[in-house]
């Protein structure tokens, strides 16, 4: 299994950024996304996940990104993406893509991810 996380880079505050996430080796869409971040010093962060429930893809956000931060899902291309909108410097973080074997659990803790991306640096300056 191969998680290629892509799209970071130096921004500036208010711009936005798209961050892919190229899975293989896996059923790309029997597998719940979840996004996290990480800075120096301190644990890994959920931002977001998307999940399959009840028929239909759900998603749940952490507090701290809801309105700027949104997950998108293309089977077809086996990619997860993260649409930062109106960044921040406190957003600045390396980016971790993570796959879940459990599709409707939609966790915000990372133990419960199987599979982990190799990251993408965002910085923000301000």
């Known amino acids: 299994v191969q998680l290629q996380a892509s799209g970071g880079g130096l921004v500036q505050a208010g711009d936005s950024l798209r961050l892919s996430c190229a899975a293989s080796?896996?059923?790309?869409?029997?597998?719940?996304w979840g996004w996290f971040r990480q800075t120096p010093g301190k644990e890994r962060e959920f931002v977001v996940a998307?999940?399959?429930?009840?028929?239909?893809?759900?998603?749940k956000y952490a507090d701290s990104v809801k309105g700027r931060f949104t997950i998108s899902r293309d089977d077809a291309k086996n990619t997860v993406y993260l649409q930062i909108d109106n960044l921040k410097p406190e957003d600045t973080a390396v980016y971790y893509c993570?796959?879940?074997?459990?599709?409707?659990?939609?966790?915000?803790?990372?133990?419960?991810?199987?599979?982990w991306g190799q990251g993408t640096q965002v910085t923000v300056s301000s």
């Open positions: 993570a796959a879940d074997r459990l599709s409707y659990r939609i966790g915000v803790d990372p133990e419960e991810y199987d599979y």
């Open positions: 080796g896996l059923t790309f869409s029997s597998y719940g």
């Open positions: 998307i999940g399959w429930r009840w028929n239909s893809d759900r998603t």
